[in-house]
């Protein structure tokens, strides 16, 4: 199961909510409508409209997303990050010590998956202070 975390504050009369490991945001009028919508923009970003993602609060201005669906989020986490660090595909391979973007490509596009090892190593490559702890559980 993967588990990110997201933040909601109040903005003037909106509820902005942020989920930093995926670099997306969204709003809602209502601090529900955010929830609701944490979980859309979450949908939507990964492509696949079945994709089962659960938001539970957990504290008042925090929340998790949850989802059993590796097959979908980790593509789109790696994908996310190396858009955050500004990279290509390209690039991120060369930081894994290759010139063939499929070391990188492979993983971000789903037609491989990594272990939990290979996959902080992926992460480490975009952006060695990603900030994302990674466990088993």
Not at 40 to 55: Q, Y
Not at 100 to 129: I, M, W
Request: a positive charge; glycine letters at 6%; aromatic letters at 4%.
């Amino acid at each position: 199961m993967l588990v990110f975390e997201g933040k909601i504050t109040k903005d003037g009369d909106q509820w902005l909510v942020e989920i930093p490991a995926l670099n997306l945001m969204t709003q809602g009028r209502t601090k529900d409508e955010a929830f609701k919508m944490a979980r859309a923009v979450i949908i939507d970003a990964s492509g696949n409209p079945k994709l089962k993602i659960e938001v539970v609060k957990s504290r008042p201005d925090a929340f998790l997303a949850a989802s059993e669906n590796m097959e979908t989020l980790i593509p789109l986490l790696l994908k996310k990050q190396r858009q955050k660090a500004g990279l290509t595909v390209l690039q991120a391979s060369k930081r894994l010590g290759s010139n063939s973007p499929n070391a990188y490509g492979v993983y971000e596009q789903g037609r491989a998956r990594p272990t939990l090892e290979k996959l902080n190593e992926l992460l480490s490559a975009v952006n060695p202070e990603h900030g994302i702890k990674l466990k088993c559980a």
